[in-house]
């Protein structure tokens, strides 16, 4: 990143603060145009990191605690009738199913 902002700082220079002025209605001073310029682009790059960052994750969460949920409840029944029928003779499974545990 610190290598394009100083490839294109004397066009970054030229065209963010303009832009910017005009976005917010506000006069930046020439002697402000470098510092303006990087921080608008450290924003910019760590704002669509952040952004990128939320999606991946929501879209992974979510489908990965359906399927962890799907998972356990595919266990939790299958476990369930095997203990109602007693495959499983183990004392805790046979008190569970009594609502022991």
Excluded at 8 to 33: A, C, G, H, R
């Amino acid at each position: 990143m610190v290598s394009l902002i100083v490839a294109f700082q004397d066009d970054l220079k030229t065209e963010i603060p303009p832009m910017l002025e005009d976005l917010f209605k506000v006069n930046i001073p020439d002697s402000y145009d470098s510092l303006v310029t990087v921080v608008t682009m450290i924003v910019l790059f760590y704002g669509a990191s952040f952004l990128k960052d939320a999606a991946v994750k929501a879209v992974e969460d979510g489908a990965l605690r359906r399927k962890l949920d799907n998972i356990v409840d595919q266990l939790d029944t299958s476990n369930y009738r095997h203990f109602q029928s007693g495959w499983c003779d183990n004392e805790v499974a046979n008190s569970l199913t009594r609502g022991g545990g």
